[in-house]
């Protein structure tokens, strides 16, 4: 027996478990919340690069990646994710209040954690993808949201979706250990791709 080392259906099957295994090292690298920015980072990272033309390996370029966007991926998450994860925390402390003031503040508070949520995703993927100054890659971060509202809809559902599901058909669970995170990051890829091609200087 003969194993054709192009066949489709093996090249297949190897990028599966390939996925299968950047998800796994991607949740583990989330545990200690703190590093939260740069596996994310280094998550898009490899999931760009493969989703141009599949070049690159992504399992094995993983950890450089989390090693070279450390420091900045988790300055930008304390700038943005923090902010986001305190937003929604107000907003759901007022929203069980019965004045229509205080809910209307509930609702400007989801508001502004979805911006901010959405800002961190932008500059999750401009780390990865560029080199630029903190302050820059944060500046653009901000920005895009308001440039690009549909592209970065898109970006929202592919995790709110991945969350919903998870919480309504909890063998969902599954799915996300296995291989739900890295594949919503290649689905993002091509969206990260699309943004940054029509802002590149």
Same mark, same amino acid.
């Given at each position: 027996?003969?194993?054709?080392?192009?066949?489709?259906?093996?090249? +297949?099957?190897?990028? #599966?478990?390939? %996925?299968?295994?950047?998800? !796994? &090292? #991607?949740?583990?690298?989330?545990?200690?919340? !703190?590093? &939260? +920015?740069?596996?994310?980072?280094?998550?898009?990272?490899?999931?760009?690069? @493969?989703?141009?033309?599949?070049?690159?390996?992504? !399992?094995? +370029?993983?950890? =450089?990646? $989390?090693?070279?966007?450390?420091?900045?991926?988790?300055?930008?998450?304390?700038?943005?994710?923090? =902010?986001?994860?305190?937003?929604?925390?107000?907003?759901?402390?007022?929203?069980?209040? =019965?004045?229509?003031?205080?809910?209307?503040?509930?609702?400007?508070?989801?508001?502004?954690?979805? @911006?901010? %949520?959405?800002? $961190?995703?932008?500059?999750?993927?401009?780390?990865?993808? @560029? *080199?630029?100054? $903190? *302050?820059?890659?944060?500046?653009?971060?901000?920005?895009?949201?308001?440039?690009? =509202?549909? *592209?970065?809809?898109?970006?929202?559902?592919?995790?709110?979706?991945?969350?919903?599901?998870?919480? &309504?058909?909890?063998? #969902?669970?599954?799915?996300?250990?296995? &291989?739900?995170?890295?594949? +919503?990051? @290649?689905?993002?890829? %091509?969206? #990260?791709?699309?943004?940054?091609?029509?802002?590149?200087?």
């Amino acid at each position: 027996m003969r194993i054709d080392p192009e066949n489709k259906a093996l090249d +297949g099957l190897t990028t #599966f478990l390939a %996925f299968i295994a950047l998800n !796994v &090292i #991607f949740l583990v690298s989330c545990v200690p919340i !703190v590093t &939260i +920015g740069a596996a994310v980072s280094a998550l898009d990272e490899v999931t760009i690069r @493969y989703a141009d033309e599949e070049r690159g390996r992504p !399992v094995a +370029g993983y950890f =450089p990646a $989390f090693g070279r966007n450390f420091v900045q991926a988790t300055l930008l998450m304390l700038c943005l994710l923090v =902010p986001a994860a305190a937003l929604v925390f107000s907003g759901l402390f007022w929203l069980f209040n =019965p004045e229509p003031f205080v809910t209307a503040l509930a609702a400007i508070a989801f508001l502004a954690a979805a @911006y901010a %949520f959405a800002a $961190f995703l932008h500059a999750m993927a401009l780390v990865a993808a @560029y *080199r630029n100054s $903190f *302050r820059q890659t944060l500046k653009n971060a901000l920005l895009l949201p308001a440039a690009e =509202p549909i *592209r970065t809809l898109g970006l929202l559902l592919i995790p709110v979706t991945i969350g919903c599901l998870a919480v &309504i058909f909890p063998p #969902f669970v599954l799915v996300v250990a296995t &291989i739900g995170c890295s594949l +919503g990051a @290649y689905g993002s890829a %091509f969206l #990260f791709r699309a943004v940054h091609a029509r802002h590149r200087d």
